[in-house]
């Protein structure tokens, strides 16, 4: 078994791009990042695009865009290239062609000519039956010279895996140790359709072998299959590579999997299990990888707090657990939060000025520079940071009426207290956080309210908003004149509101 201090670890993502990029994909690539990191070996992004039915239009640049946004850069991939290349499945087709022939020549697989009537048939005569659906093996029995004559004579065919039909077969998952199955249980399945592409069963395996890679890491989606697919490795007598098979995903509710219905239903939550969209969501790529990373995976019962280099270091094939993962989306939640945390204020800065944009914000780095401290304690998403600090970039501030009134106050009373607080700040020879703090307290005194009043009032004035970072910050930043603007559009409001 190999673990951290053995060879360099040679290993493919090898998505297929069929829609948008979801966190199992990620996970995936996760995991093989870290193995091939850890390892000093290689990380290989190997596109399979050979069904073309399923192929959409813009799905890798989206599987690229995602993985360089969390920050698993590939060493060989389409776009770089690498000594064993080409990485896209659909620009190998010869080469599957070769290996499905010498599988033939082997005596391990055969031409098929029956229609896709005749199999629609046979389907539905074991579907009366109530028997498993496969194929009956008819042109199984077609002497080997006969079909090679058929093909040369253009006859439209696939060619099958020749399942034994006696015997079992043992194959080994790394999580999951030893499986055996019984090889009257499998298919002849088809390796080859008759546009001449090869299935995922030949092509991945083939692939592996010639990208020499070491660790296949897929989803358990593949288990059904995991025999045929070793069937195939020895019937070309290739290198088994170690096999790993990942949990499954659970919805959040823990009772199966996630519907169409229901992914789209997260979005109005603020919620998505597509890596564009928790990108698009505020969400960081450090938190959503502490998050993944943990889905199947744990290094102990109680840390939980990870970096990607952490995760490097620390990684292990030994503590995947093969349970189901039900999706936490608070957990999530925390997880980002935890990261933004653990940034610095200039990366803050960076970071949010995107949603302020988007928001329709001007924003400055100088400014969100200095907001950051103000608001990195409280934000759980980045585009937490727009309700929470937009009023720094407002050209206004338009707060209600009623809400400028302090609390167990009139009208007037809170008239009086913006007043004042107007002179107060107009006349302080400089106005910073320190300087203002100590006088307002005393007008609170003064005015005979507790500080907490003057301060609420001061808040809704100056920001537009019940809850605020700290204020007499904010107001430092917003700076004296922008202060007195508000002061005295929220003089005018009280004003207008004692008068009708
Ligand atoms: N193209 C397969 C998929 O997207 C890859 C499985 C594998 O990693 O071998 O499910």
Redesign the pocket.
């Known amino acids: 078994m190999i673990s951290k201090t053995d060879q360099p670890a040679r290993v493919?993502?090898?998505?297929?791009p069929?829609g948008h990029t979801h966190l199992g994909?990620g996970r995936?690539a996760l995991y093989d990042y870290l193995l091939a990191r850890q390892t000093g070996g290689q990380f290989i992004l190997r596109i399979?695009d050979s069904d073309q039915k399923r192929y959409v239009e813009g799905a890798e640049q989206e599987l690229m865009d995602s993985l360089r946004w969390l920050g698993l850069e590939w060493d060989e991939g389409p776009d770089k290239g690498g000594p064993y290349g080409p990485y896209r499945q659909s620009e190998r087709k010869e080469i599957y062609q070769q290996y499905a022939w010498e599988l033939v020549e082997r005596g391990s697989a055969y031409p098929c000519f029956c229609s896709a009537d005749r199999l629609a048939e046979l389907r539905q005569e074991q579907q009366s039956r109530r028997e498993t659906g496969r194929y009956d093996g008819r042109c199984r029995r077609i002497p080997p010279a006969e079909a090679a004559a058929r093909v040369a004579d253009g006859e439209p065919h696939v060619i099958r895996f020749k399942m034994p039909h006696e015997g079992s077969i043992t194959v080994n998952d790394y999580v999951r140790g030893e499986i055996t199955v019984e090889n009257a249980n499998l298919d002849d399945y088809i390796l080859v359709r008759s546009d001449g592409l090869a299935l995922?069963h030949l092509a991945?395996m083939v692939d592996?072998h010639l990208m020499k890679i070491s660790h296949?890491?897929?989803?358990s989606?593949?288990l059904p299959t995991f025999p045929l697919h070793v069937h195939i490795l020895r019937a070309l007598g290739l290198q088994e590579p170690v096999f790993v098979h990942l949990s499954v995903f659970l919805k959040p509710s823990g009772k199966g999997k996630m519907s169409k219905r229901e992914t789209a239903a997260l979005m109005q939550d603020g919620y998505s299990i597509f890596i564009k969209d928790l990108k698009e969501l505020g969400y960081t790529p450090e938190g959503v990888l502490n998050w993944i990373a943990l889905m199947g995976w744990s290094y102990d019962d109680h840390t939980e707090f990870f970096t990607l280099a952490d995760l490097v270091d620390k990684f292990s094939l030994e503590r995947l657990n093969p349970a189901p993962a039900a999706i936490n989306f608070t957990k999530l939640d925390h997880f980002n939060g935890l990261h933004i945390r653990s940034l610095s204020d200039e990366e803050i800065a960076r970071r949010v000025q995107p949603f302020f944009e988007i928001a329709g914000y001007a924003t400055s780095q100088d400014k969100l520079l200095r907001i950051a401290p103000l608001i990195r304690e409280r934000m759980v998403t980045l585009d937490d940071a727009v309700p929470m600090a937009g009023f720094f970039f407002k050209d206004q501030v338009m707060p209600a009426a009623q809400e400028l009134v302090g609390k167990n106050m009139t009208p007037a009373e809170s008239l009086r207290a913006v007043q004042r607080t107007y002179h107060l700040l107009a006349g302080l020879r400089d106005f910073s956080h320190e300087s203002a703090e100590g006088p307002l307290r005393e007008l609170a005194d003064e005015l005979g309210i507790k500080a907490g009043q003057l301060f609420g009032i001061l808040r809704v004035a100056v920001t537009g908003q019940i809850v605020s970072p700290p204020l007499l910050e904010s107001m430092a930043i917003l700076g004296r004149d922008v202060v007195l603007d508000r002061l005295q559009v929220a003089a005018r409001m009280l004003e207008d509101n004692i008068e009708s």
């Not at 296949?216 to 989803?219: E, L, S």
């Open positions: 493919r993502f090898a998505p297929s069929t994909s995936t399979e995922y991945a592996d296949v890491i897929r989803g989606e593949w």
